[in-house]
């Protein structure tokens, strides 16, 4: 059985991606940050629907449309197929553990 608070790397110069279940019509990924954020002149805008949850730490979801999100350990967000999106913030001084299933 795998755990999903292990084997993550004790050096993080950018985020670090783990796809842990990949089919046809789902993808599961678990995402480690720590004080990343996305690139300042681009968007997430992918063909799928993303439900994104923090495990440990916290981090910050601005949209598109000026929306933003503030998640902390528990909470979730489901963000619809093509709804642009980025992280502006993540924990600096603690790791931020997201599970996202891509559906």
Do not use: C
């Not at 599961?28 to 954020?37: D, P, T, W």
């Not at 994104?52 to 979730?76: C, R």
């Not at 992280?87 to 599970?99: A, E, F």
């Amino acid at each position: 059985m795998d755990n999903l608070f292990e084997n993550i790397p004790d050096n993080l110069p950018a985020e670090h991606f783990t796809d842990l279940v990949q089919e046809a019509n789902i993808r599961i990924e678990r995402i480690v940050s720590l004080g990343h954020n996305s690139p300042e002149s681009g968007w997430y805008n992918q063909a799928e629907n993303e439900w994104v949850m923090v495990l440990e730490g916290s981090g910050t979801i601005l949209f598109e449309n000026g929306g933003e999100h503030v998640l902390n350990k528990g909470d979730y967000l489901n963000i619809p197929a093509y709804t642009k999106h980025k992280v502006t913030r993540t924990d600096p001084k603690n790791l931020t553990i997201w599970l996202a299933v891509f559906y």
